[in-house]
């Protein structure tokens, strides 16, 4: 199997786990077993765990004693949290990088992920590429927290998104299918290219507000899902449809 073969699986391997856990299919405490869950899914053995190690630094799982995967128990308070403090760090980045000024490579290479983000959506309003822009905005926000040249900032990021949802790439696949969540996606886009222009404008103040409200478009959607069905709070063990 090559290489981008096993990307793609491990891809739809991600988002399909993590909609089994969210919508309760897979309720806290479940230990995952590998072969069959492997079978299930229709996929090889290498793509689920990377999969699985994906969803560890999510927070949706958790490595079990002997080895394999369980899926945590948390609550939304623990989801709200995550995010704010993701806004709060990129926004730090963010603004450091615009006061710092950033080398012209590692902002070319920002401006060519926006540019490969805006190839996601077709020219119909309905058209997506989830799978594709998922991976690309993981890597927009990867780049966004190296920019400051900060090594203590990027490992704080990093840890930040360990915690349940705050990945800025912890999508809930039906939501693809939603218009208003559709939207909410063009305008995490539009922000995209707005927060690259703030930092290569040299506006500090500019970028940290951009990437803290961008944080936030995920916590307006997680409001929008709540008020649409309260029961999801008992039902599920959490939930967030993150924007990022």
Known sequence: MTQTSNRTQATRALIALRERILSGVLGPGTRLLEVPLAETLAISRTPLREAMGRLVEEGLLERARGGGFVVRSFGPQDVIDAIELRGVLEGTAARLAA?????????????????????????????????????????????????????????????????????????????????????????????????????????????????REHARLARRNLDYVLAEDRSLLSRLPGLALMIG
């Open 99 to 211: 006061e710092r000024g950033v080398a012209a490579e590692p902002l070319a290479m920002l401006e060519q992920l926006t540019a490969q983000l805006d190839g996601c959506f077709g020219n119909s309003p309905g058209e997506l590429d989830f799978e594709r822009y998922s991976e690309l905005n993981a890597q927009f926000h990867d780049r966004l927290s190296r920019l400051a040249g900060s090594e203590v900032i990027r490992r704080e990021i990093e840890r930040v998104t360990r915690l349940p949802f705050a990945s800025p790439s912890a999508f809930l696949a039906d939501g693809a299918n939603a218009s208003a969540f559709r939207h909410s996606l063009h305008v995490a886009q539009d922000q995209h290219h707005a927060l690259v222009a703030a930092i290569r404008g040299r506006e500090g103040a500019r970028a940290e507000a951009l990437a």
